[in-house]
């Protein structure tokens, strides 16, 4: 009895002492957009674990934060994650920031949220900016159901791969993309995607130069190729997702009967063929409905 009340008053100094991380999003551009409540938990933590602490601190000052810094980036975190956690255990509360945006959104951070979290210790997220996010929502593209990638393969050939995997997706899928390669990759995404595609191209989100494209995959291209403006700063690419394929119930009463009019007339091939073009329905679901017709 005794010794199970000390265990617990054990355990609950312990819990007492274990500090807390903070995920805290940074602005991915201009520096209001960061939340107040981000700006007291950065000045009222214990330490701030940063991406780039010289990057970090152009914020910092902006903010007239005075804190302590330490680096954790994608080369050293996983080795870095393990101290970091001790320190927790021990008391402090640490808060973690990436260059810009939210943090482990294609940015460092995952290891460290991880063992944080197998560790039992209290994660709390501090939101904000992220370009992701940004861009869906000025995007017009459906966003309640999208397929976030993070950035692409670096060669041509597995890009194109990358693509032709998701070319039947019917959710929209997200991109980020850098200027080195803004070009190349929405070509590849032309050789292998019908140009008629509608795309979103998003640059230099809540900066002086911030553009949102949207247009079909061929304009898009066009205009990006022809205007070297375009080719610069930060991209999110969207991609709206295939179309569902609607079954041949969905056929309207007026596409049926323009159907079975020419079915009296015409082979299956002739008549679905000219229901296409009057109708403009897809050939697909005529053509089944002129089997079912045709059966009945
Ligand atoms: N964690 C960040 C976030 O929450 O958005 C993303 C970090 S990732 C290393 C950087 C990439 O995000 C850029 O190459 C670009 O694709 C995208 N990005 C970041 N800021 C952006 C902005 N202001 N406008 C458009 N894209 C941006």
Request: hydrophobic fraction near 45%; aromatic fraction near 6%; glycine fraction near 6%.
């Amino acid at each position: 009895m005794i010794i199970s009340h000390v265990l617990e008053l054990d355990e609950r100094i312990n819990y007492q002492m274990c500090g807390k991380l903070y995920v805290v999003a940074t602005p991915i551009g201009n520096l209001a957009d960061f939340s107040y409540r981000a700006i007291e938990t950065l000045k009222t933590v214990d330490l701030i674990a940063a991406e780039d602490t010289r990057h970090v601190k152009m914020l910092l000052q902006h903010y007239a934060i005075n804190n302590k810094l330490i680096s954790l980036h994608q080369h050293n975190e996983e080795q870095a994650a393990p101290g970091l956690i001790d320190k927790i255990k021990s008391g402090l509360n640490i808060a973690l920031v990436s260059d810009a945006g939210t943090p482990l959104l294609s940015d460092p951070g995952m290891p460290f949220v991880k063992l944080a979290k197998q560790e039992g210790i209290d994660v709390s997220p501090i939101p904000g900016a992220c370009a992701l996010i940004a861009a869906l929502s000025v995007s017009g593209l459906p966003v309640t159901r999208f397929n976030f990638e993070g950035f692409l393969p670096r060669t041509s050939s597995a890009r194109k791969t990358f693509f032709s995997e998701r070319t039947n997706g019917t959710a929209t899928w997200v991109f980020y993309e850098s200027s080195h390669r803004i070009l190349a990759s929405l070509e590849d995404l032309q050789a292998i995607l019908s140009g008629h595609r509608r795309i979103v191209v998003a640059r230099e989100l809540t900066k002086l130069f911030e553009t949102v494209v949207s247009d079909t995959l061929d304009n898009v291209l066009e205009l990006v190729r022809n205007d070297k403006n375009m080719q610069k700063g930060e991209f999110v690419v969207l991609v709206e997702g295939a179309e569902i394929e609607k079954n041949t119930s969905e056929i309207t009463e007026d596409q049926k009967s323009v159907l079975s009019i020419l079915l009296k007339e015409c082979s299956i091939k002739t008549a679905v063929a000219m229901a296409v073009e009057i109708t403009g329905a897809r050939k697909k679901i005529l053509y089944q409905a002129a089997l079912d017709m045709k059966g009945d």
